[in-house]
């Protein structure tokens, strides 16, 4: 009969760590709210305005009580203070809006976009924060293919938000949430209803997916699979702005591994000067060129009616340029402010189509410096932690971790997207901002810190593991 030894040579079997219940909840509900931000008017296309609202007002409660059920570690005295000061003066921007219902609607939106940019932020780690990205990309990507082949299938012909079938042609097509273009090459929507918002989110999704993919997730070979229908998504979305972002973050990834491969100091300054001089000779040459490329692009000279748009805005800017006329991410087309104020295909247009101008509008020229610095100091800490090597004691050879580069290309993403639309102002452009700018200031370093450790130990391990 075999007698375990009381000195044994290895630790005797024991079952496999698994994650505890909780976390997995807390995890899976950090997916849905991604998958919210990142769907954006989809919800209200399909459930209409006031369901939309109560979800995301009760949605925002859950997770300020799931924040103070948890209570993950978090450094107080390193908070986004930038993104903090925008939010509280965009609320004090109540006392002389001039469109006060529309101001108080869409703060409470912002505040709780902002929350729930803090709350993943401070209850996932670098990992599982950019693994449920990629999984509510995976629901946006798959849910926009489905749709649209759901459209072309069983209804055949354009439809209405709220799954309305219309009767007869509408005036314009940019009423229709899907225009039943999957099969005869037109431009394709998703469950956004809009080209133009879903191009952006294709991009985003190849660039989470390629990352979790050069960090050795599991499954590769399905990754590939999501990666080759994103694209598929962003090119049959054809939005001029998304491929211009797209350059953008290329270059900007190319920026960033060049950077790391700097060994001598003074190396990175010779790079610093060529690619400035590059971006600012491309910008250039963009502008001068710019009736050549977008009519390449099917687009006309004047960014599709923008310049108009925005000639319209700056010129009611002006009137109030240093607080401006009060806080309104989106415009509300109900209020008799905005109603038929600047139409585009006969529809109210709900924002300035390009984020500093819309920012100069609502909260004047100190608003634009606000916002200007939320940006520059999210650039500035994604870019070191982007090229920098981790390193927090004597050891300066650890390896460079694909998940670092996330909150760079994001930005760049991001500030070119913000030139032609206002989407970085509100939904999942606000959210990634506070959330990957709260993540780097508390987690500096993937793995590592009070933070990652707690919530290592939530997982029911004791150290972190690979992606």
Not at 18 to 26: S, V
Not at 75 to 93: D, F, G, M
Not at 260 to 278: H, I, K, M, N, S
């Amino acid at each position: 009969m075999a007698v375990h030894t009381k000195h044994p040579a290895s630790a005797p079997p024991a079952a496999p760590v698994r994650e505890k219940t909780g976390h997995l909840m807390l995890r899976g509900w950090c997916v849905f709210v991604l998958f919210m931000a990142l769907s954006g008017v989809a919800w209200i296309n399909a459930i209409g305005e006031l369901a939309t609202a109560i979800i995301t007002i009760g949605g925002g409660l859950l997770s300020l009580g799931l924040w103070f059920a948890v209570r993950p570690p978090v450094q107080w005295r390193r908070l986004p203070w930038l993104t903090i000061a925008y939010v509280a003066w965009a609320a004090l921007s109540l006392i002389w809006s001039q469109w006060r219902e529309a101001t108080a609607l869409t703060l409470l939106l912002l505040v709780i976009t902002t929350l729930q940019g803090l709350f993943i932020g401070s209850v996932l780690s670098w990992r599982e924060l950019v693994r449920a990205v990629a999984a509510a990309l995976k629901w946006v990507m798959a849910l926009s293919l489905v749709f649209e082949l759901w459209v072309s299938i069983f209804i055949g012909g354009p439809i209405l938000p709220g799954f309305v079938i219309p009767t007869e042609p509408a005036d314009d097509p940019i009423v229709y949430w899907s225009r039943d273009n999957l099969f005869d090459g037109g431009r394709i929507q998703g469950i956004m209803g809009n080209a133009n918002l879903l191009g952006p989110v294709a991009l985003l999704a190849i660039i989470v997916f390629s990352i979790r993919f050069a960090a050795g997730a599991p499954r590769r070979a399905t990754l590939g699979v999501w990666i080759g229908l994103s694209a598929y998504l962003f090119y049959r979305a054809s939005s001029a702005t998304a491929y211009v972002a797209a350059i953008a973050v290329a270059i900007a990834l190319v920026t960033v591994l060049l950077m790391r491969r700097a060994r001598r100091p003074g190396e990175r300054t010779r790079y610093y000067l060529a690619f400035a001089a590059v971006g600012l000779g491309g910008a250039v040459a963009f502008w001068l060129l710019r009736d050549t490329i977008f009519t390449a692009l099917g687009r006309s000279s004047d960014l599709t009616g923008r310049e108009r748009i925005w000639q319209a805005v700056l010129e009611r800017a002006v009137e109030h340029p240093l607080i401006g006329w009060g806080f309104s991410t989106p415009w509300i087309v109900g209020d008799p402010a905005f109603d038929g104020w600047i139409t585009d295909h006969g529809q109210t247009v709900m924002q300035a189509h390009n984020m500093w101008v819309d920012v100069f509008l609502q909260l004047g020229l100190i608003g634009v410096f606000l916002m200007g610095m939320v940006y520059l100091a999210f650039i500035w800490r994604s870019w070191f932690f982007a090229v920098d090597r981790p390193r927090w004691d004597l050891r300066a050879d650890r390896p460079y971790s694909p998940l670092t580069l996330l909150p760079v290309l994001v930005g760049a993403l991001l500030i070119v997207q913000g030139l032609a639309e206002s989407g970085p102002l509100l939904l999942w452009g606000w959210l990634f901002v506070v959330m990957l700018a709260f993540k780097i200031k508390q987690s500096p370093h993937i793995g590592e810190g009070a933070a990652e450790m707690r919530i290592a130990i939530e997982r029911g391990e004791l150290t972190t593991r690979a992606s």
